[in-house]
């Protein structure tokens, strides 16, 4: 079925009685071509491309949940190419020159919306790094614009410029950047996978995953064995538990990271803000909610709920930048299990094991990379060969000292 404005507004003249469901609940097969471990944006978007880039359509994704119930769906939904170091750089580019056509190729509403982000910056020593910044995203093709302080004021006139404490220097606008909805994402996707003949099989948890002379040859799940020909360990906070089954010590932590919603407001805030000084970002949903959150917990968890010093922080943070914010309501908040690498950037590789890939340490910021982190991991399962834009994340960078150190703060987990 193709979505249009002409099947909403005939649906809605007959009853919506039309509608059919929006991917199939198929049964496993005894055997696939590829098994994608993990429903989450990368699993599915990896599924979409496998099919559509490289024909290779006997694939399933196996989801111990649903679909989309994991970060996928958690996140705050930043979308933004703003890297610095090569490696990420091109990474991030691609991925956001996939999203500006994401919609109109998936057929789907995915609400990606580029209002424009704006890091703001406190101090000479942080203006010269966004400065930097600026000019390595202008040389890489994309966009950056430096805003100086009355910059920043006449397109964020709510913010307080008058406090002493972390006073606002100015500011780096990316105008691409933006946001999107996150779990429509996980939806769009999915639709296009399973259009493509994919099996998406929901409430199927890998338990363990079966190697012969070092290659591997499928999964066993609570639904059953499965074999294959190539798995692909997709399942973001849950990385170094998988790959455990396969005997692999992963360099990830897991952390938890939270949000927070509050009730809808008129709006207010017509772009994503990033607070240089207190870890603290926001931006409105469409719904009119106040979409934000900060810093990890600082302790490392597989519960996907937070604790109440952060959500103190968050608050103080929200506050010192633009007052106002105390008069809202938060709805709601919760968390998600971030899969951290030590260098803050992700691994799209193969592992020690013939046939067996790994995809994980999207940190905090994962949700932007789903269309190119499918894209480059489709690539590397059909040829053999990382796609040139994914080429830097290998796993044994931990291992060789090639770190892709993008924030400086050196290999610890919890602190990029
Ligand atoms: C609060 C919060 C805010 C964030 N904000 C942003 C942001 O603004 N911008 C941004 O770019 N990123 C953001 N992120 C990060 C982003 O959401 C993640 O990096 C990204 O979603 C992770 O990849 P994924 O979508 O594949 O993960 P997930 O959606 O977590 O998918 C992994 C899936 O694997 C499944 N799984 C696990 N174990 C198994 C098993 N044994 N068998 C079968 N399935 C299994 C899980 O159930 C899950 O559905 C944020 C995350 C959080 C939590």
Redo the contacts with the bound molecule.
């Keep these: 079925m193709r979505y249009s404005g002409l099947k909403i507004l005939t649906e809605g003249l007959f009853g919506n009685r039309g509608w059919k469901p929006v991917w199939r609940e198929p049964d496993p097969k005894a055997e696939y071509d590829v098994v994608i471990?993990?429903?989450?944006?990368?699993?599915l978007s990896t599924a979409y491309y496998l099919a559509k880039n490289h024909g290779i359509t006997n694939v399933a994704v196996?989801?111990?949940?649903y679909?989309?119930?994991?970060?996928?769906?958690?996140?705050?939904?930043?979308?933004r190419a703003n890297y610095f170091l090569p490696g990420n750089q091109e990474f991030y580019s691609h991925s956001l020159k996939l999203w500006e056509k994401l919609e109109g190729e998936l057929n789907y509403n995915v609400m990606h919306s580029q209002r424009g982000l704006i890091n703001l910056f406190h101090s000479d020593g942080q203006r010269d790094a966004f400065a930097r910044r600026g000019n390595a995203m202008i040389n890489q093709g994309d966009d950056a614009i430096l805003l100086d302080r009355e910059g920043v004021r006449r397109l964020l006139p709510y913010l307080d410029f008058d406090q002493t404490r972390f006073p606002i220097y100015g500011g780096l606008h990316h105008p691409r950047g933006g946001s999107a909805r996150?779990d429509a994402v996980?939806w769009g996707y999915a639709r296009g996978a399973d259009q493509r003949g994919i099996d998406l099989i929901q409430n199927?948890?890998?338990?363990g995953i079966d190697i012969e002379n070092g290659k591997v040859r499928g999964v066993r799940?609570t639904r059953g064995a499965i074999r294959a020909k190539k798995v692909a360990i997709?399942?973001?906070?849950?990385s170094s538990?998988?790959a455990a089954m396969a005997g692999m010590r992963l360099p990830i932590e897991s952390h938890v990271?939270?949000?927070f919603v509050t009730e809808g407001l008129k709006p207010v805030i017509d772009h994503v803000i990033s607070f240089g000084m207190g870890h603290f970002?926001i931006s409105q949903s469409d719904k009119g909610g106040l979409v934000f959150?900060g810093d990890l917990d600082f302790y490392a968890s597989y519960a996907a709920r937070g604790n109440l010093p952060m959500v103190e922080h968050v608050m103080e943070a929200g506050m010192t930048l633009m007052p106002m914010i105390g008069k809202a309501k938060v709805l709601r908040s919760?968390?998600?299990?971030?899969?951290m690498s030590p260098d803050g950037s992700p691994i799209i590789d193969r592992t020690p094991t013939e046939g067996l890939y790994l995809n994980c340490g999207?940190?905090?910021?994962?949700?932007?990379?789903?269309p190119a982190s499918g894209w480059c991991l489709a690539h590397l399962i059909a040829t053999g060969e990382s796609h040139e834009v994914a080429r830097r994340f290998r796993l044994n960078r931990f291992a060789t000292g090639h770190l892709l150190d993008e924030e400086g703060t050196g290999s610890q987990h919890n602190l990029h």
């Design positions: 471990i993990g429903g989450g944006g990368h699993g196996l989801e111990k949940g679909l989309g119930g994991g970060n996928v769906g958690r996140n705050t939904t930043i979308v996150h996980a199927c948890e890998v338990t799940t997709v399942v973001a906070g849950r538990q998988v990271l939270q949000a970002y959150g919760w968390g998600g299990i971030m899969d999207w940190n905090y910021g994962g949700f932007k990379a789903v």
